[in-house]
Each structure stands twice: as C-alpha cells, then as structure tokens.
C-alpha cells in the first residue's frame, strides 16, 4: 500500500469509530450497514486519488 492509502485508512479507523460511538444504541445490521458504506466511500476515494496520479504522471512525462 501506498502512503496515500494508509492516510485513507487511518480516516476510515477514525471515522468508523466515531460512527460507532454515535450509533451506540442502534441495532447491528445498522452499524454493519454504516460501516460498509463507509468504507466504500474510503475505498473509492482511495482508487480515485491512485488513478488521478497515475494518469498526471502520465500527461506530464513527454512520450518518445
């Protein structure tokens, strides 16, 4: 993993955590739920930002 992803991961600890803390009292599928979207949410953010680099890397470099 890149350092970019683990600072997503780290977001996505710190924010799962804090869902769970306000979504205490709730019933485990909607934490389940909660956490899953979560987690896709950081997941494509993730994959956004490699793909945006790459394909910066790839404009910027002159093609021979």
Not at 14 to 38: P, Q, S, W, Y
Not at 44 to 54: P, V
Request: glycine content about 6%.
């Amino acid at each position: 993993m890149g350092r970019i992803q683990n600072y997503y991961l780290a977001g996505f600890i710190f924010c799962a955590a804090l869902l769970n803390m306000f979504l205490e009292n709730e019933t485990v599928g909607i934490k389940v739920l909660c956490l899953v979207l979560l987690l896709g949410n950081f997941t494509f953010a993730s994959l956004f930002h490699s793909l945006k680099n790459r394909v910066t890397d790839k404009k910027i470099k002159p093609i021979e």
